[in-house]
């Protein structure tokens, strides 16, 4: 009864368009109140506490170097290196779009924010190039769901908080997998490409002109190295690198490439915070939630249905894909990891999964939610920045959708893709 009307609830804001974190927290309050187990109290401590973690710090600072990178000048300089490596191939531009969508999501760890920084560069460039606008845009609002498979991810931050696990090794875990779904969208989008006709870029640079682009773009090149280099080679934590990574953004974009104006400064911490609020809502929200699910022992009794409905790892990782999938198309990804990993991850543990490649194949599945109706972020970024009709661009995404898919399985049934970095660095 009490499940049935938690979620009944839930499901009733979600539809009526209540906004995610409202309606995890009225769900949540309803039925602490009519069960009466905790008292009043119980809700706003639990959006304290939910939140008062080091390893969630990172998030608000990723949130902010990534939007000081982005008008900083790096993502535009990212951009004209993919020229540089890859315009004179077919399809030159689809490439650049997913290889620049890899780069800055190993700078921002967000998946809108690199739709949106990717996408207001690029797409009037594809356009002019002969690209279909619905084509372009599902190109870039798919290949911005790497911005939470490779590393820095923010809800690998969050999940790695959730599952007591560390965040380093999840961070190796997501770079071959996230190296394999931008190698596939590349494919597909060099074969669709050329089916259409679209060629190379007709721009050619000397040795001397591709090495002064590249030579321009080092600043925003050696983000990576610095953050996931410090993080790996164990000089700071996550969280200190996403600090870092405020202070590179800064420097560089006032100092160095002069693009990011005192002016601007208001309005990037603005965006950056209510970017941060909003999120956090989300978390305190799902924790709540989730804690209400424990209560109520909820979890529990679903991972004996779980386990009595399947008998081997394989079979439960296809029923946790089929669930993610589902939930990944009207659930923030945030949210459902907070409130989800409690739930699955017993069962996967009790299964022998490995919980850090447990928690890649959430953030994948939950990744390829971004680009799914009807919550689809992505979609609704790119259907924004690229001015082309929701309507269209959902269908335009389905092929892309289905690639994502296929790689989902292989990194899902071939755990050694997540498991090798972390255990050769481990070793």
Not at 294 to 310: K, N, Q
């Amino acid at each position: 009864m009490i499940s049935a009307l938690l979620f009944g609830i839930f499901a009733i804001l979600l539809v009526l368009g209540v906004p995610i974190a409202i309606s995890l927290g009225v769900a949540s309050s309803v039925v602490l109140f009519t069960s009466g187990k905790v008292s009043s109290s119980f809700i706003p401590q639990g959006l304290v506490t939910s939140i008062d973690s080091f390893p969630l710090m990172a998030v608000p600072f990723f949130i902010l170097a990534g939007d000081l990178m982005s008008q900083g000048g790096l993502s535009s300089r990212l951009l004209n290196v993919g020229k540089v490596l890859f315009g004179r191939y077919n399809a030159g531009l689809a490439i650049i779009a997913v290889a620049t969508c890899m780069f800055f999501g190993a700078i921002s760890g967000s998946g809108p924010a690199t739709v949106a920084a990717v996408g207001s560069i690029l797409l009037p460039a594809m356009a002019k190039d002969g690209y279909r606008p619905v084509f372009s845009t599902s190109l870039v609002a798919s290949a911005g769901s790497l911005g939470v498979i490779i590393p820095p991810s923010i809800p690998m931050v969050i999940y790695a908080a959730s599952a007591n696990v560390s965040v380093t090794g999840m961070f190796l875990a997501g770079i071959i997998p996230g190296l394999i779904i931008g190698l596939a969208l590349m494919m597909y989008a060099w074969i669709q490409a050329r089916r259409e006709g679209v060629g190379a870029d007709a721009t050619r640079y000397t040795p001397g002109e591709a090495w002064a682009v590249v030579w321009d773009a080092k600043w925003a090149l050696i983000v990576p190295v610095i953050i996931l280099g410090g993080i790996y080679g164990g000089i700071f934590t996550p969280t200190e690198a996403a600090a870092i990574g405020v202070i590179y953004g800064l420097i560089v974009g006032l100092f160095v490439y002069r693009e990011l104006r005192l002016i601007d400064l208001y309005r990037v911490f603005a965006q950056s915070a209510l970017t941060t609020g909003s999120v956090m809502l989300i978390v305190g929200a799902a924790t709540i939630f989730g804690r209400v699910l424990t209560i109520e022992r909820i979890p529990v009794l679903l991972a004996e249905a779980m386990v009595d409905l399947v008998s081997s790892p394989l079979a439960l990782l296809m029923l946790v894909n089929l669930l993610l999938l589902v939930v990944g198309t009207f659930m923030e990804t945030l949210a459902a990891i907070i409130i989800l990993t409690p739930i699955l991850l017993p069962v996967a543990i009790a299964m022998g999964i490995d919980p850090t490649h447990f928690g890649i194949v959430m953030i994948v599945n939950l990744g390829i939610g971004m680009v799914t109706p009807p919550l689809g972020m992505n979609l609704f970024i790119g259907s924004k920045v690229g001015n082309v009709p929701l309507e269209q661009l959902m269908r335009g995404a389905l092929p892309f959708v289905l690639v994502m898919l296929v790689t989902l399985a292989l990194i899902t049934y071939l755990p050694a893709l997540s498991l090798a970095l972390p255990t050769w660095v481990a070793g």
